[in-house]
């Protein structure tokens, strides 16, 4: 009688296969996370790898501005494709210094993966959606630098660039501020290298 009231062995077994099943599955959606999670912080250090290569070469430009309110130096940006700019610096005697080339922040590259990561975990949300308004200011220093034809349209345009320099330069040291928290929490590391896209 006793043995009347358990479950039948085909129900038991059934039970534990479904039970095992269940847990299988939720490791494997665990790790899945995990894997993901480790793939966006990579692709996310990535971009603000990229991005601090613009703060650098703007802060270049930025410095040549300076420099040229004092003697006849010369910049000159071009639009190179359709995602750089190539500044060219011309020294005194009109022989180029140096040039390099700009990325322009895409701001949908960076922002693909908010509501990805928004699922994932508040902390790097959080951290992230700083980082996002970050990258938008750079965004518009580079816009606002690159697409100015104030500089020969006003007299007195070197008031203006120093204006704007400075402006820039506060902007930029802010952004790359919240950019680097941001490749801290994906990589563990103190400074972002800079790369070029």
Known sequence: MFI???????????????????LFDYLKRRR?????????????????????????????????????????RTL???RFGSSRYIFAEYGLNGELDRS?????????????????????????????????????????ALDSFVKSDIFEKIEGGSRFSNGFSTYAVSELKGAEEVLTRLYQYCTGKEAIPHRLR
């Open 76 to 78: 000159i940006v071009e």
């Open 4 to 22: 009347d009231n358990w479950l039948p062995p085909t129900a038991l077994v059934a039970l534990v296969v479904f039970m095992a099943r269940e």
């Open 100 to 140: 390099y080339v700009v990325d322009i922040v895409d701001l949908n590259t960076f922002g693909k993966y908010f509501l990805d990561i928004a699922a994932i975990d508040d902390e790097f949300f959080k951290i992230y959606d700083e980082a996002h308004s970050a990258a938008a200011v750079v965004r518009h």
């Open 32 to 72: 899945a996370e995990r894997r993901k999670k480790e793939a966006l912080k990579l692709y996310i250090a990535r971009e603000c790898e990229f991005i601090k290569w613009t703060i650098d070469k703007i802060a270049y430009a930025v410095e040549y501005i300076h420099l040229s309110r004092f003697d006849a």
